[in-house]
């Protein structure tokens, strides 16, 4: 059996739709589903148990049928300020499944983030490194708390403690793609923008405040989530170790090359204006971030990244303008 934490959000349930999709259907989600409809990311799917967090530990006793833990819960918004709270669903929840994962020798592919590398000034290496991990400064709660955990797998790793058979933490970037309609005002933009784009509105973008980016062309690593669960089924089954890897695009597009996208898909005339962008925010906005793959390809995974057109094209096409968001 596989079990999937956060499978009922947005990666978690493409993963348990990549498993299926494979002909695994003996899969357990641990989540919590609320009343924000994430129930409907897992309606097309097959599991055979849904285990709230906090009965997990109990559900895990004695158990050995457990080939992998595919560790995507926590709580990822960026915008959270509860410190206690943070620290209990991210970091120690994550400290136990590890511990567990250890004594039972069961593979654990867990989520790490983009945001641990901060403003990005000590650049995007998804190395495991103790020593350059202590250089980087998360901006937010999130990052930090993912950041922490990071720094125990290689503390565990320098000190020659056992671990995992498999220990891989994924640093994704900006994923998008179907399952992501329940994050409000935490999906990708183009799950937010598709709406009013469809309705012939105008999209505001952001102004830039250094003179080397244009307005609207700062640059992020935008990544389709099928390309993730497409790489998380192969270090399911070809990936023996424990190491970083960020799992992005690996090459930064613009958000005027990601709204436009959406347009050209939708083939609409493309209308964009820029606007100015909250003071609060301008001291730690980022202006570039890109995966290097370069590890990740070391390893054996060598599938390049879907194009950002032919990805929100299909994005767009197979879910977005059928009416039927989820995988």
């Not at 993963?15 to 990311?41: F, M, P, Q, T, Y």
Request: hydrophobic share 40%; net charge negative.
């Amino acid at each position: 059996m596989i079990l999937v934490t956060g499978g009922a959000g947005f990666i978690g349930s493409n993963i348990v739709a990549a498993l299926n999709e494979n002909g695994r259907r003996n899969v357990a989600v641990c989540d919590l589903l609320h009343s924000d409809g994430k129930w409907l990311n897992l309606r097309k799917r097959v599991v055979q148990d849904i285990v709230p967090p906090d009965e997990l530990f109990d559900w895990l006793a004695g158990r050995d049928d457990i080939e992998a833990v595919i560790h995507m819960g926590a709580n990822s918004s960026t915008l959270a300020t509860d410190g206690d709270e943070i620290m209990t669903r991210n970091f120690r929840f994550s400290l136990k499944l590890l511990d567990w994962c250890t004594a039972h020798d069961v593979k654990l592919i867990y989520a790490s983030s983009a945001a641990t590398y901060g403003d990005g000034l000590e650049g995007f290496q998804d190395s495991i490194d103790l020593p350059y991990l202590q250089t980087l400064r998360p901006l937010n709660l999130y990052g930090w708390s993912k950041h922490l955990f990071d720094q125990v797998v290689a503390t565990r790793l320098e000190e020659g403690k056992k671990l995992p058979p498999v220990c891989a933490g994924l640093k994704f970037f900006n994923v998008f793609g179907p399952n992501e309609y329940h994050k409000g005002p935490m999906m990708s933009l183009v799950s937010k923008y598709f709406p009013a784009i469809q309705r012939g509105e105008t999209i505001d973008l952001f102004r830039s405040y250094k003179p080397e980016y244009k307005d609207g062309e700062q640059l992020r690593d935008f990544v389709y989530v099928h390309d993730i669960t497409d790489t998380i089924l192969w270090l399911l089954d070809g990936y023996t170790g424990t190491q970083l890897f960020n799992l992005g695009s690996g090459k930064a597009r613009s958000f005027i090359d990601l709204v436009g996208s959406i347009f050209d898909a939708l083939e609409m005339e493309r209308k964009i204006r820029f606007v100015e962008m909250p003071e609060a925010m301008r001291p730690r906005y980022q202006y570039f971030t890109e995966a290097d793959p370069a590890r990740l390809q070391a390893a054996g995974y060598n599938r390049p990244g879907t194009e950002l057109e032919v990805a929100v094209g299909h994005f767009v096409r197979t879910y977005l303008t059928k009416g039927d968001t989820y995988r």
